[in-house]
């Protein structure tokens, strides 16, 4: 018995059932049961429909069928749709994302005496014909070939360049950097060479270098951040040093700093690159058993500066029994000699020459020869991505040339020493390799872009500096500058004093 109380305060008393929560929300739950059960049959419902309508109304497939569709035919046939639609689709969406997060790269359409008018310079200097098409020559064989491939590279087909951490673009609005590719080592090389009769060449590579500034100062582009946005490649030590105060802020893809100032190139804006190896690649096994020879080296014995060291070194090593140090050119037959020479030795020697560095060091690792570098002032490429104390050793020019010192601390590295530098050549020798896919060529333009952040730093200082740092491509701590700046910033304020007075 439950008591309820009546209005007037009164209680009055009468059998019912004994009321619970449970009694209470029965109805409310019944309710709810039924409601469920609704739209429990309401979504099975529809997800027949959508399952049907997908099994009969997906794109490419036949709404219809006839009695001599077998299942067996419309299972296959459905399959293929599925996979077809798909897969497509994915590497479709794939090759967008990558093309969409790849820095863009405008290419100019030089004037064609800077590319290919070269390659006919070169040809004629040779004695060679000019063909009517210049664009069937080819760039000749060469160390400084790297232009050439940067060239080619640029002028593929975007759906064969996947992977590459740029993209071209054909629009110089859309451009994060623009790229010049002007075959400036070629053209110092020709400017060099004699005719075939033996005549002076008449061409002329520092004409050729002032035409091409003249050019670049009438684009737009040029001026938008006074350079700094462009790329030139300038492998050859003597490239393009007629005008580099005029290209000192752009970008410089080199092997070296020897030539340059300090406010011309340097490391923060630039990018080392490789040469170009002249000798075929080693495709044998890891080891020692095919390597006889300890030391190896093969190339001009005569040097001015720096590689004088190069004649000392020769009397120095030509004597000792398991080294081979000859004197050679480039040919034909010295290089198919040289390759022999490298696969069949444990170390390469890579001693300075006219530069710091040569085609000899590459040469050296994609024949997994461990590179001995006599050199103290050597720049090489891609440091930030390659140890280069796991694949060469790095000797003092002083210690080198003491007899019986390079030859001592070679022989007593341990074979498993020598293996380990094979096999840490072997992981990184793509990098110096400019034909492959994610060899040189990449490298470069992943190191190219990262000089981004530098150049729109000081793309957007320049733009508000009151006075103008014109002796300086970019922010240094050189002593020098600092007192030119503290110099000019004297002299402007002397002469506003003398205006106000």
Known sequence: MVEFEGGNGSKSKRPTRKLTWALLAQPALEKAR???????????????????????????????????????NSGFDMTVDFASTSQPCSAAIATADSSSSAIKVYMYDLPIRFTYGVIAARSASRGGGTPENLTALRYPGH????????????????????????????????ADLFYVPF???????????PQADGSEGVYSDE???????????????????????????????KSLLHVMDKIKNSVLLVVGFGRLRGDQ??????????????LRTYEGDLGLQNRPTLLFFMGARFRKEEGRIRDVLFQVLESEGDAIIKHGVQSTENRREASNGMHTSKFCLNPVGDTSTSCRLFDSIISLCVPVIVSDTIEVPFEDTIDYRKIAIFVESAAAIKPGYL????????????????????????????????GAVDEIWRQVTKKLPLIKLMSNRDKRLVIKESDCSCVCANPATNIQLHSMLSQRTNEFLSFDK
């Open 407 to 438: 030859m001592s601390m070679l022989r007593a590295i341990p074979p498993e020493k020598i293996l380990e530098y094979q096999r840490e050549m072997l992981k990184v020798r793509r990098y110096f390799q400019y034909g492959v896919s994610n």
């Open 183 to 193: 075959f400036s080592s070629l053209s110092q090389l020709v400017s060099t060479s």
């Open 143 to 174: 160390q400084h070939m790297g232009e050439w491939f940067l060239f080619l590279d640029m002028n593929r087909p975007q759906s064969d360049r996947v992977g590459s951490p740029v993209t071209r673009v054909m629009n110089p609005e859309e």
């Open 265 to 278: 190139g340097s490391l923060l804006k630039d990018v080392v690159v490789p040469y170009p190896h002249r």
């Open 207 to 237: 004409e050729t270098q002032e035409a091409l500034v003249e050019w670049l100062e009438g684009q737009e582009y040029w001026h938008r951040n006074g350079g700094r946005d462009h790329v030139f490649t300038a492998a050859d030590p």
């Open 34 to 72: 039924k409601s469920s059960q609704k739209k429990i049959l309401a979504t099975i419902v529809f997800a027949i429909f959508v399952i049907y309508a997908l099994f009969n109304g997906f794109p490419g497939r036949h709404t219809t069928t006839t009695e001599s569709d077998s299942d067996e």
